[in-house]
């Protein structure tokens, strides 16, 4: 048995077999990691020890703490939770907040402990706490002192989960300043794991994605270590949830890792993310396509000078949503795929290797091919589904649905692409998304972008529905920019302009308007209640 400092071994034990897991590459000289490898001592102690104490580090509504403070804080806290809470390493903790400079805290000072982190969503309510309590086996809670209602309601019938500590309260930072600023580090394995990521599934039971702190150090070292990459100067904003690993990465381990700085407030729409990036002079800027999308059309009311890298992710990026942004801000948008299973992003373009139309290339240190069903590679042009391998890969807990995600080593991510004879990958949709209209395959995303070009549209969504002759039929939902009316003439100069613009038996066959569409937490269109709406 090789060395771990977990003791509590659940999430150990609860490892897909090996021979469900997915090959991992480390060829990259930055990706040999060492045998031991704690994430908050790599991402903070090392930055301090390396003499950025008192560089700022993470800035809120009323904070602005510099490493040195952040590092106080957290060992304050990993004090709390060994201390006090009789946390041992390998034990579950659920973190429950919206995203602040304390709840930075409460996953860095997880780590540092030995604690699994399990992260969830700030408006998941009782019913979905209690799954992932039960399936997690979670012992340990950092909630928010103003979402404790919903934590509450779950803990009857969770009897597993018996500590619980409120955070973000004047009791608590009380609390905290009792403790000695002095923690080190749970001297981890590499290959212990660090976090539990719920997958933001629509449907059945959530998987827990099972993720190591080697996996946390890799994720810096392809996204902001070959693709973004930022400077130490850099001043970081975004929406994505702390959550979320888009959002885990984007706003808390990336700008640690570059010993920059990064705003965390929560509830940011996009007219408060642009307020914000104009107040806090930020440089480099995490949201989803709809974010872009519509803080483009407010552009020309602030001062957003600062801001020099946008990165978007979760969800296809329209051209026409990359060329508004363009054409408002001169920003050429750092389009990136990424997903739950693989922890960030692994295909993706910068500005310098755009190409129209492409989500990009592989990043250095994953591999990935388009295959067919029977896992045999595509031809150039031809559409098939992405294996994909590299330093991170899937591991859900204790779940059957680990060979469906993994096969032969390579991680299915279920999303659809061509490649061209450069390499660039063409995103087409998720698989479960295709719509099949009289014998044609269809990738709604595709019409959404043409939709989107027509100046009336502000955003839409387009789905397959039953239909008696054609299998299924295209439906968009269509939300109209004011001044527009979603009459009849307007559905019919809709079909036009997608029959002028793509191939004719792309057009949507019924168009709806509504006033906004389905979201998830993390910017994703919630194509199954559109499905809900049309039946
Ligand atoms: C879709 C995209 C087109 C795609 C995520 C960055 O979204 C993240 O994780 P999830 O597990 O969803 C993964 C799925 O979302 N998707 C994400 N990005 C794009 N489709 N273009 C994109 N740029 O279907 C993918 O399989 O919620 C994103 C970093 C971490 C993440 N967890």
Known sequence: ?????????????????????PEFIFELPQLQFPDRLNAAKALLDKAVAEGAAGRPAVIGKGIRWTYGDLQNKVNQLARVLTEDMGLVPGNRVLLRGANTPWFAVCWLAVWKAGGVAVSTMPLLRAKELKQFIRLARISHALCEASLAEELN???????????????????FVEKLSLKSTEFTAVDTAADDPALIAFTSGTTGVPKGCIHLHRDVMAMCEVVPGSWLKPSADDIFIGTPPLAFTFGLGGLLCFPLWARASTVLLEKLT???????????????????????RQMSGLVSNYNIQSLKKCVSAGEALPVDTRNKWKEATGIQIHDGIGGTEVIHIYL???????REG??????????GMLVDEDMQTVAVGQTGKLALKGPTGCRYLADERQTSFVRDGWNITGDTYHQDSDGYFYYHARVDDIIVTSGYNVAGPEVE???????????????????????????????????????????????????QNAAPYKYPRAVQFISALPRTETGKLQRFKLKAIAA
């Open 153 to 171: 309601l779950a803990r009857p019938e969770c009897p597993e989960l018996t500590q619980v500590m409120l955070f973000g309260d004047d009791a």
């Open 270 to 292: 996009p007219p408060a993310l642009i307020e914000a990036i104009e107040q806090y002079r930020t440089t480099i800027c995490f949201t989803s396509p709809t974010g872009y």
């Open 348 to 354: 993706a373009s910068g500005p310098e290797n755009y």
């Open 1 to 21: 048995m090789s060395y771990t400092a977990h003791i509590d071994r659940f999430v150990r034990d609860n490892l897909p077999p090996i021979d469900q897991l």
């Open 358 to 367: 492409a989500l990009g290339k592989i990043l250095p240190g994953y591999r």
């Open 449 to 499: 972008s043409v939709l989107l070009e027509h100046p009336a549209v502000s955003e839409c969504g387009v789905i397959g529905v039953p239909d008696p002759d054609r299998g299924q039929i295209l439906k968009a939902f269509v939300v109209l920019h004011p001044g527009h009316h979603g009459d009849d003439a307007m559905v019919k100069t809709l079909q036009e302009f997608v029959k």
